[in-house]
Nanobody, 115 residues
Framework: QVRLVESGGGLVQPGGSLRLSCAAS????????MGWYRQAPGKQRELVAT???????NYADALKGRFTISRDNGKNTVDLQMNSLEPEDTAVYSC?????????WGQGTQVTVSS
């Protein structure tokens, strides 16, 4: 099993930045793709970004340029740098890790963008 723990969420002002981190433990050898998703109040969960083991990244079109995903295979971590945050970015951000036949999710971390 893979366990994922997110950290780094909090309250920031519009235009500010946050860096989210996700630490994986357990059967990390099976992880192929990792990513970040978010779910805003009253909205469906949506893709933020994904990154492969070889560090090929993919972003939601609306977020590309503001958000950057990175991965450290040695530390089994994946980070999400979020810049120029807007109130519309307020959501619970969850880390995801895909294995060969399973997917794991973290508990999520709250990001609130408000003045």
């Amino acid at each position: 099993q893979v366990r994922l723990v997110e950290s780094g969420g909090g309250l920031v002002q519009p235009g500010g930045s946050l860096r989210l981190s996700c630490a994986a433990s357990g059967s990390t050898f099976s992880i192929t793709v990792m990513g970040w998703y978010r779910q805003a109040p009253g909205k469906q969960r949506e893709l933020v970004a994904t990154i492969t083991r070889d560090k090929t990244s993919n972003y939601a079109d609306a977020l590309k340029g503001r958000f950057t995903i990175s991965r450290d295979n040695g530390k089994n971590t994946v980070d999400l740098q979020m810049n120029s945050l807007e109130p519309e970015d307020t959501a619970v951000y969850s880390c995801n890790a895909k294995g060969y036949s399973r997917a794991s999710w973290g508990q999520g971390t709250q990001v609130t963008v408000s003045s």
